[in-house]
């Protein structure tokens, strides 16, 4: 099967990508290629089979003991952000005024 | 002097090797440093295995220690690792997609560039604990995406072996680095074959361990359910020192399994007799380059000539496994890299106006090709109507690759074969059809779906390259691998092979350091 531009389109604003008029073109053609390749799984008959959901047999749920332990401090926490301001993440507008 | 190693002698010995004259004092742990220092220094403007190489000069403390707060310091929670002095001063490489604290960590992507993490991957403490040397941080696909590391944003690795070839992907950086002796050993991380792959086209050791042996704490996360750390080291006795270090519980990650390491030093034993081996035919079928299968029947009289059973057996959902693969893997890498998005670390465009636009524009500038194809084909086969034809379906196959191998454990001790269906392959050769690319993993991630061990090694040559040979065995069981590798390893005599690159020819070439 292949894909089409428009489907193209959504998928990338569902990812939050800006792909320009020759990466949509170039992105048509090899998510086409490789949904055709992946659709042989559908030769196999799987209604009967379980997902698998962990590559080990099935683990217990991993809890710890719920006591507050020290994270990173704030300072560290915001030290690699793009742009940060007194201790906090500063980002783009989100909400805007009226 | 004379009977003393020189400075190219000391960075042809393994780890084990190195650790046991550092530990004779026969040399020092700063002799050690100083040798590998200069020869990567030397051959690194040529294969360009580094992305990051620590300072020449030997810091007498170690010049990366926990962070005096936060994750990482103990004492808060975070719990301690064993310290030793198994290492006594080996250096050793990183991917970088693990966290050092304070070195530059960007995960062969241009969204990472600058990017200094605050705390230590759990493998790194255990590395450090046990008195090794960190050298740097080695080059990969970005996001560990790709088989060759030409989809690094930064550079492409050459194989040592013949530098107009891929050292292999994705820890091809790490491959190189330990092959052309620029470290005495590294780690890489394996979600489809990144370390077994690489290790088989530079002639070295590598190991993707069992799901959950090896914490994933520090490791930057590309498809979950399949990523696993994993030794790339020029012997095999050197991969059970490494998988000593590295192996063992950690509540920082909850996938981690808790009992399960062992001493693997004790599966370094050359004896195969009575072992069962399973040889699929569908890893000998067609596209297998002549001098691999013939690297590979060697090696198969080899251990029949040591009393070992080999016997034909079939995985038939082998053919299954990459487009399995290639809708599992995708998915989970496109929830993992929505983390990517400009407000808390990395890159953030500076050509934005609005959030939406801040978004879209620093992962589409950020991200490299193959990153957004396998984001756009994750987010496409989880997206509304398609989730059950895709997602579902592809969970599904996984269950079916499982139960191939579960049937073959019931008769094999190990499953043998090919690691890859060729040697190296040309640089350029594959980057633009993504779809070849893919295929070159085909005996490889099908044991990333099946969340067992897989162990490569050297097994021979054809036409002057290195021949992988992979063994594949139950879940935990490394020591099986590890004895049959070892066994192999002495009764083929190819152990620790070195690759034709030397100083004088990259000098010759007017290399600068």
């Known amino acids: 099967m292949s894909i089409t531009a428009a489907q193209v389109a959504h998928v990338a604003a569902l990812a939050r990508l800006d792909l320009d008029a020759n990466a949509s073109a170039r992105m048509v053609t090899d998510l086409s290629t490789i949904l055709q390749y992946v659709n042989n799984l559908g030769k196999l008959d799987v209604d009967a089979v379980p997902p698998t959901s962990h590559a080990l047999d099935p683990q217990a749920n991993v809890l710890r003991e719920d006591i507050a332990l020290a994270g990173l401090p704030q300072a560290v926490a915001v030290a690699a952000a793009p742009a940060a301001s007194d201790g906090m993440f500063k980002v783009p507008r989100v909400v805007e005024l009226s | ?513």
Not at chain 2, 90 to 102: E, I, R, T
Not at chain 2, 200 to 211: D, E, H, Q
Not at chain 2, 387 to 400: C, E, F, I, P
Not at chain 2, 433 to 438: E, I, K, N, V
Request: contains cysteine; glycine residues 10%.
């Open chain 2, 1 to 513: 002097m004379s009977n003393l190693p020189t400075m190219t002698d000391l960075t042809r010995l393994t780890a084990a090797e190195t650790a046991a004259r550092i530990g004779r004092g026969e040399v020092s742990a700063q002799e050690v440093w100083d040798a590998y220092q200069a020869r990567a220094r030397a051959l690194d403007p040529v294969v360009r295995a580094y992305l990051h190489l620590e300072p020449a000069e030997f810091a007498q403390v170690d010049s990366h220690p926990d962070p005096v707060s936060g994750y990482g310091a103990g004492g808060d929670g975070v719990p301690p690792v064993p310290a030793s002095n198994v290492l006594a001063g080996v250096p050793y490489a990183l991917k970088d997609n693990m966290s050092v604290a304070g070195v530059p960590m960007t995960c062969g992507s241009r969204i990472l560039a600058g990017f200094v993490p605050p705390y230590n991957a759990t493998v790194t403490r255990r590395l450090r604990a046990a008195g090794g040397r960190f050298m740097g941080k080695t080059n990969m696909d970005e996001f560990a995406m790709g088989s060759s590391c030409e989809h690094s944003a930064y550079f492409p690795t050459h194989n040592p072996w013949r530098l107009d070839l891929v050292p292999g992907g994705s820890s091809g950086g790490s491959a190189a680095a330990v092959a052309a002796d620029m470290t005495a050993f590294a780690l890489g991380s394996d979600t489809g074959g990144s370390v077994r792959q690489p290790a088989a086209f530079c002639g070295i050791v590598g190991l993707k361990p069992t799901y959950g042996l090896v914490s994933r704490y520090g490791l930057v996360a590309f498809a979950s359910s399949l990523d696993q750390i994993g030794p790339l080291t020029k012997d095999v006795t050197d991969c059970a020192l490494v998988l000593n270090l590295i192996a063992g519980h950690d509540p920082l990650d909850s996938t981690s399994v808790a009992g399960a390491a062992q001493d693997y030093r004790a599966a370094l034993v050359p004896e195969v007799k009575g072992m069962r081996f399973g040889l699929p035919r569908e890893y000998m079928g067609e596209g297998i380059q002549p001098g691999v299968r013939a690297a590979i029947e060697r090696s198969v009289a080899a251990l029949c000539e040591m009393g070992a059973i080999v016997e034909e057996c079939s995985l038939p959902h082998t053919e299954y496994g990459v487009a399995t693969y290639y809708i599992v893997a995708p998915a989970e890498a496109s929830a993992n890299l929505a983390r990517f998005d400009g407000m808390r670390y990395g890159y953030r465009t500076p050509h934005a106006g609005d959030l939406r636009q801040t978004y879209d524009l620093t992962r589409s500038e950020g991200f490299g090709p193959e990153v957004k194809r396998r984001i756009m084909i994750g987010t496409y086969v989880l997206s509304a109507g398609y989730y059950d034809a895709y997602y579902l379906r592809a969970q599904k196959v996984r269950t079916l690759v499982q139960q191939d191998f579960a049937a073959a454990f019931e008769r094999f001790d190990a499953i043998i074969g090919p690691t890859t269906p060729t040697t190296a392959f040309g640089l350029a050769a594959k980057i633009d059809d993504p779809l070849q690319m893919y295929l070159n993993d085909v005996f490889t991630l099908p044991v990333n779906l099946a969340g067992l061990p897989g162990l490569s090694i050297p097994c021979g040559l054809s036409d002057g390259l290195p021949v992988g040979l992979q063994l594949i065995g139950p879940h935990f069981g490394e020591p099986t691998l590890l004895r049959a590798a070892y066994a192999l390893e002495c009764a083929l005599g190819v152990r620790n092979p070195k690759p034709p690159i030397q100083i004088p020819d990259v000098a010759k070439g007017g290399a600068t350091v």
